[in-house]
């Protein structure tokens, strides 16, 4: 018979190794039999609504356990009700996952009324895309260039204050001198696309470039709308001509500020979970998410309806949101006049 210190020691990794098994299994087993609410905070029809369902339909495949996946709009502000409720109503266990409007880490940044979110604390699974956002106009307006915005009035459709396509078109009025009349209000991009084609608008504040070219290739074919300008870090190929907010003013700091703004397009589709999931949780979401994005099914999906697909990793993604709320006190500062954030 061995002594009990040397049974002791002999049967640790024993022990060891039927314990790590179990631990690691315990974040597959959880989701066995259970439902994901995929929360989008806009209304349907648009590239945020179709990127998040296209996500949760191949998502799925891949998390252990194959729970549904169960898409849900939540309309409110531009993303912010959503992003709320996600923070302070929805389950801490990875079975709430939100389609993150872009622009809700500057508005955090910048101290936004009504923001009872901390980005810092979401759980980042993955971006399906860093394309860049643009400010457009209709055809009949007449509108093809930024210089002529500098000149008269031009009349663009948002959905609210928290949202890109109310605050890039303030931030170029503010530094830019563009003379940009915001109308505000509207549930989703689909809801602008119609006010621009009944004439209630000119144009729409900020849509995704990638956007226009999977929801409406036609009117791009049919030049029925022009690119005025792009929200980016750097030009996109495909729009070589259309000028960077950036690039249109001198001042070293408002451009400091505009490239703050532009920043959240490098997680401009992005997929979050609420605070405090477990980390082994957040693990199997990020590597479900990774794995769906180069499932040969989804890339030809994507394909057929004009979406790109230029992921970034949910660690990178956190990262990004991450640096937007902690940029540099002078640059927060100047954006906040232009985003409505608090004192």
């Not at 055809?139 to 009035?153: A, C, D, L, P, R």
């Amino acid at each position: 018979m061995l002594r009990p210190a040397l049974h002791a020691l002999l049967t640790l990794p024993l022990i060891a190794a039927a314990t790590v098994p179990a631990a690691a299994q315990s974040a597959a087993d959880f989701y066995k039999g259970r439902t994901i609410q995929m929360i989008i905070g806009v209304s349907a029809g648009g590239d945020y609504d179709l990127r998040a369902r296209l996500v949760a339909r191949y998502m799925t495949k891949y998390i252990p356990g194959n729970p549904k996946i169960v898409p849900q709009n939540m309309l409110g502000a531009g993303g912010l009700v959503a992003a709320n409720w996600l923070a302070n109503v929805a389950p801490k266990d990875g079975t709430a996952m939100l389609a993150i409007s872009s622009n809700l880490p500057v508005g955090q940044a910048v101290g936004l009324d009504g923001v009872k979110y901390d980005i810092r604390k979401f759980g980042y699974i993955g971006n399906t895309t860093d394309s860049p956002n643009v400010i457009n106009s209709w055809h009949s307006t007449g509108v093809t260039k930024i210089e002529q915005v500098m000149e008269k009035e031009f009349v663009v459709g948002a959905t609210g204050r928290s949202s890109g396509s109310y605050y890039y078109p303030a931030a170029l009025n503010t530094f830019a001198g563009t003379k940009f009349k915001i109308v505000f209000g509207y549930p989703g991009g689909a809801d602008v696309n119609i006010a621009m084609e009944r004439g209630e608008v000119g144009g729409r504040g900020s849509n995704l470039w990638a956007s226009w070219k999977s929801t409406r290739p036609q009117w791009l074919a049919e030049k029925k709308i022009h690119m005025l300008v792009q929200v980016a870090l750097k030009r996109h190929p495909e729009l070589p001509d259309v000028p960077l907010m950036q690039e249109l003013v001198k001042n070293e700091l408002h451009k400091q500020v505009l490239t703050f703004i532009s920043a959240d397009t490098g997680i401009a589709r992005s997929i979050v979970t609420a605070p405090d999931v477990p980390t082994d949780r957040i693990a199997l979401l990020r590597q479900a998410f990774d794995a769906a994005m180069k499932d040969p099914a989804l890339i030809k999906e994507a394909e057929q309806a004009g979406q790109d697909i230029s992921p970034t990793s949910g660690a990178e993604a956190q990262q990004i949101a991450s640096s937007i709320v902690n940029a540099p006190p002078e640059v927060v500062a100047g954006a906040k006049p232009i985003l409505g954030g608090g004192k």
